[in-house]
């Protein structure tokens, strides 16, 4: 009865919440006489006094008429935040506290320790800013505000409607609300005090201010983790000085510092990466000149056009956070009569693709010839990004089939093009890859030639080079004598392993007692697996384990025993770069025939004992059938050539990527 209970008052608060939502599109943006300063305190309901009581402290006094301008600015946009809160999401995010102090502890092992204090979330409350917001809190960031933009050197070289969008606002998304301003101004203000004084720098470009104050905080240590206890959105002020979390929140540091020093900040972002699943987030300021420059994960701030997002391929559309509400993009979009997919319902943001963009497409013209045949009602017509086996909308234009066209799309991504329509993805398209040497796009559109297929992994190994580049020049060794004084080398490796199971001929045809795995240089010893066998045996050989103990993360969970415990998921990391071995007291000599070898790994191969299923891309995803591992390799015959195709792993694990197969290989997009 209570779980029922429970489920009505989850579908209870779902409706109402989606209501307010509905509510605030039809009245926030309405074009009528009315002005959206008008709409936003009629939507204030009971606020409405506090709010008029900014609006007139502001009127009284002809030299605050920028802080008037400014409220309104704030108010007009106010009715489009809400805000989650319970005392329970607040215990929740003691989190991000714990990571800092982990002591050897993974993100995971964090994450849970806070369920298990706290207990189960309750569905957080929500509120609306329109509605909460008093006049002592809006002056009070209004004032300080004003005040770091007058009074640092660099103030000089903002203009009022940058100071808007990306100095001013109160919040940065729907962290709950917070007088973080003055904290932060008395916490780091002092570290730009010798930058002030300076008679060399150049201490009027908000760029110098910037890259100073950050070689100077006091803690520069951040953890990174996409591990999270609970889906929290933005975390707020307070917690963010962690600097612990994903993306998202060491970018939200870096605004909450910029902006409360008068340096305006604001957080660009990919709705979806275009070799990979995952949206990302970094900070984007700008020097005294207008020039642009972002810093990644807290890092030095690198001038646009020389980062390597903007050389790199992928990622079709980037897009920049606004305070504002983009009403111009809305009233575009709303002329057609139909509904929106979600991130554009409430835009607010602008697109900065072009600002990112080394290779790109001025406008993406889709062929009438390319086009599905099926008649759609819908009037928008969507660019959609991949995420796994889903589709992401990442961009709009009018559907007319015989002119549709996307504007400023980067090459390198894997796309197609839909309507929305009940609330589905409606494809107009089959995929296509945008290529980055030829400009134009590729259409995976299946035909009757069909190709057999050889698997080994899930998920893009590149994402794991780095592992995999650390074992080259290791080397398998043979010793008579436990010191290894006179041993003889067995193989060494000399290219990346490309499977889970790498299996190679010994050198030597004779017999140790000691046998082990010398890492390369700098190469901690990365290795997950290692087995050695006797001629035509199919059993590894066994005996003591022996290394050099001590692993980076010093919490015993990347120890040098983890190479022999038959887990390929489990892998050694040595404490040193170099120096770092694990082997086998076999008790007895033995003539090593063959070594089998596993790189230290993200558990994305194809794992013997897992069941997977291919599909292929044909308007949908199609099935072509399960296949339970046997090995580290599947098999799949008449697969249809040029299909884009997504491997899906039904026992574990949730890192997967579409693909295609050409020239024996997985080519991941």
């Not at 946009?77 to 809400?82: D, E, G, H, S």
């Not at 509120?127 to 004032?143: F, G, P, Q, T, V």
């Not at 994960?297 to 992928?314: A, D, H, P, T």
Request: aromatic residues 16%; charged residues 25%; contains cysteine.
């Amino acid at each position: 009865m209570i779980k029922h209970l429970r489920y009505i008052q989850l579908i209870v608060l779902v409706l109402l919440v989606w209501l307010g939502w509905q509510m605030i599109d039809r009245i926030a943006f309405r074009e009528e006489t009315i002005t959206p300063l008008e709409v936003a305190l009629q939507s204030a309901d009971n606020n409405r006094k506090e709010l008029e009581k900014v609006l007139c402290h502001y009127q009284k006094n002809p030299a605050d008429s920028l802080k008037y301008k400014a409220a309104c600015f704030l108010i007009e946009n106010m009715p489009f935040y809400t805000y989650s809160y319970g005392e329970q999401l607040e215990n929740y995010k003691s989190y991000y506290a714990w990571l800092k102090v982990r002591k050897g502890k993974t993100a995971q092992q964090v994450a849970d320790s806070v369920k298990k204090v706290f207990g189960p979330m309750k569905e957080p409350q929500k509120k609306r800013d329109i509605m909460e917001i008093d006049s002592a809190y809006l002056c009070h960031n209004i004032d300080w505000a004003f005040k770091v933009w007058q009074e640092q050197p660099w103030g000089k070289n903002i203009s009022f409607e940058i100071f808007c969008e990306y100095l001013l606002p109160y919040r940065i998304g729907d962290e709950p609300l917070a007088y973080w301003r003055e904290t932060y101004y008395k916490k780091y203000n002092s570290l730009l005090d010798s930058l002030r004084m300076s008679g060399t720098l150049d201490k009027e470009d908000p760029l110098v201010a910037a890259r100073y104050l950050m070689a100077r905080l006091p803690d520069k240590k951040t953890f990174f983790t996409s591990i999270a206890p609970f889906s929290f959105g933005h975390i707020g002020p307070e917690f963010v000085q962690y600097q612990s979390g994903s993306c998202r929140e060491l970018t939200d540091f870096a605004v909450y510092l910029f902006r409360a020093l008068g340096i305006p900040s604001a957080i660009d972002y990919l709705p979806v990466r275009g070799d990979g699943n995952a949206s990302h987030f970094w900070v984007m300021l700008w020097d005294k000149n207008g020039e642009g420059y972002i810093s990644d994960f807290m890092k030095n701030l690198i001038r646009v056009r020389k980062c390597s997002l903007y050389q790199k391929e992928g990622a079709a559309k980037i897009y920049r956070n606004t305070f504002s509400a983009n009403r111009d993009l809305h009233k575009q979009m709303a002329q057609y009569g139909e509904e929106v997919y979600s991130f554009w319902r409430i835009p607010k943001f602008e697109d900065v693709t072009s600002d990112y963009a080394y290779s790109y497409q001025k406008e993406l013209v889709i062929p009438l010839e390319k086009q599905y045949k099926d008649e759609r009602s819908g009037r928008i017509a969507y660019l959609c990004a991949s995420n796994r086996d889903r589709w992401i909308p990442i961009d709009w234009t009018v559907y007319d089939a015989s002119r549709l066209a996307f504007r400023y799309v980067r090459n390198g991504s894997v796309m197609r093009v839909a309507t929305y329509e009940d609330g589905t993805l409606c494809f107009l398209t089959d995929p296509f890859y945008l290529d980055k040497e030829t400009n134009f796009p590729h259409y995976y559109s299946i035909g009757k030639k069909t190709q057999d297929m050889v698997l080994y992994a899930k998920f893009n190994l590149k994402e794991e080079n780095s592992f995999r580049n650390r074992m080259i020049g290791g080397i398998f060794t043979g010793s008579n004598r436990s010191d290894f004084s006179d041993e003889d080398t067995l193989f060494i490796i000399q290219g990346i392993p490309n499977r889970l199971n790498t299996t190679v001929k010994s050198w030597s045809d004779k017999g140790y007692r000691y046998l082990r795995y010398f890492g390369p240089p700098k190469g901690a010893c990365n290795v997950a697996e290692v087995a050695f066998y006797e001629k035509d045996d199919t059993v590894a050989l066994s005996g003591k384990i022996i290394g050099t103990p001590g692993c980076y993360q010093h919490d015993g969970t990347h120890e040098y025993t983890n190479v022999f415990d038959g887990k390929t998921w489990t892998s050694f990391d040595y404490s040193k770069p170099t120096g770092g071995w694990a082997g086998l007291d076999l008790g007895r000599e033995v003539k090593v025939d063959r070594i089998v070898y596993t790189p230290r790994n993200r558990d994305n191969y194809v794992r013997p004992g897992d069941v997977y299923e291919l599909f292929y891309c044909d308007k949908d995803w199609k099935s072509a059938g399960k296949i339970k591992a046997t090995a580290d390799s599947l098999v799949f015959r008449d697969i249809p050539e040029n299909a884009l195709l997504f491997l899906r792993n039904h026992t574990r694990g949730k890192d997967e990527r579409i693909f295609i197969y050409e020239n024996g290989s997985q080519l991941w997009k």
